[in-house]
């Protein structure tokens, strides 16, 4: 019902008292529009429903509503209502305009001033997302945007710019094979290496050759073997560190040339870098000629700013390679 006057003594209604009861528990008597509507002194207290396919407006003039008056609005319409400021001043949190099945509160603070307190707005985030696993980020400040998901081993960061995340495959901690070759002939060579990582890491398993058991070795960039590092039990003795990396021998067996059973790594460092030396580390356990289980391990430098593009394995007396393989990986 609207805002009445009431008198002592005055006996009310049952449909008053239900009308009461209405607007004492928020509805209130409801007056449907179908067009745009300004509102009047007798809407105090009632509940006020826009109904129409298109857009319309209610309208709210000063003069006609008390502090504490209040007036319910709803929008059952298709068409969006917007509450207007007429002559008085019309302040909200949310939103004025109320889409279909919005509504909400108009309280009156003064004659010519009220606030709307919305209970349905629609109208407030959009989600952009379309595919499972994506997620939303603030793009301009506020504006929701999609981050649609990344691929499998991908981690999130944020950009260059530092102005919104995105996915990245993770550039250090990894290990790549770049190549894979079978043992054979006077040496193994594998050329035209990647020169984008790190570090640079060979493995040699089961390698195999004719004629007699002997050390092995590995040589940079195609140069002489002529020269190279060994190690014995005795003593390191180096001849010309930057036209190869070492040779491998224990000064008293060598390794058996069908045993079939030895692993070499050798981790060569900054192998890219052509401003500086690079260090190199390198580890063997073979077959020897009469005793099984013997290790080796070399460490030195390469006394060279060339770049490292190219890793050959042989036999230290150059005989033909039967069998094994070399792999070299792109460390970062």
């Known amino acids: 019902m609207a805002k009445q006057t009431f008198t002592t003594g005055q006996v009310l209604t049952a449909a008053q008292m239900t009308s009461l009861q209405q607007t004492a528990m928020g509805g209130g008597s409801t007056t449907a529009k179908t067009a745009s509507y300004v509102l009047v002194a007798a809407d105090a207290g009632t509940t006020v429903a826009m109904n129409a396919a298109g857009s319309t407006t209610i309208t709210v003039n000063t003069g006609l509503f008390s502090a504490g008056d ?182 008293v067996e060598n390794y058996k040339r069908t045993g079939g059973n030895n692993f070499t790594s050798l981790l060569i460092q900054d192998y890219a870098a052509t401003t500086r030396y690079k260090t190199f580390y390198a580890y063997s356990i073979y077959e020897g000629s009469t005793n099984n289980g013997r290790r080796a391990c070399l460490f030195g430098g390469f006394a060279s700013n060339t770049a490292i593009n190219s890793v050959s394995f042989r036999i230290s007396s150059g005989y033909t390679l039967t069998g094994g393989s070399m792999r070299i990986y792109g460390v970062n």
Not at 186 to 211: E, G, H, M, R
Request: aromatic share 8%; proline share 2%; hydrophobic share 35%.
């Open 70 to 251: 209040t007036v319910f609005i709803q929008n059952w319409g298709a068409g969006t209502c917007t509450i207007t400021a007429g002559t008085a001043t019309v302040s909200t949190h949310g939103s004025l305009a109320l889409s279909q099945y919005e509504g909400g509160q108009l309280y009156f603070t003064s004659s010519s001033a009220a606030i709307f307190f919305d209970i349905s707005q629609s109208t407030g985030m959009t989600n952009p997302m379309t595919t499972t696993g994506d997620t939303i980020y603030s793009s301009s400040g506020s504006t929701p945007a999609r981050l649609g998901i990344g691929t499998a081993g991908q981690v999130l960061t944020v950009n260059s710019g530092a102005t919104a995340p995105e996915w990245t495959t993770p550039a250090s901690g990894s290990m790549t094979l770049l190549s894979t070759t079978t043992l054979s002939g006077a040496a193994t060579t594998v050329s035209s290496i990647n020169q984008t990582y790190k570090d640079l890491l060979v493995t040699v398993s089961n390698a195999a050759w004719n004629t007699s058991d002997d050390a092995i070795a590995f040589y940079t960039n195609l140069t002489s073997v002529t020269s190279f590092v060994r190690l014995t039990n005795t003593a390191v003795q180096a001849t010309n560190l930057n036209t190869n990396i070492g040779d491998f021998s224990d000064g």
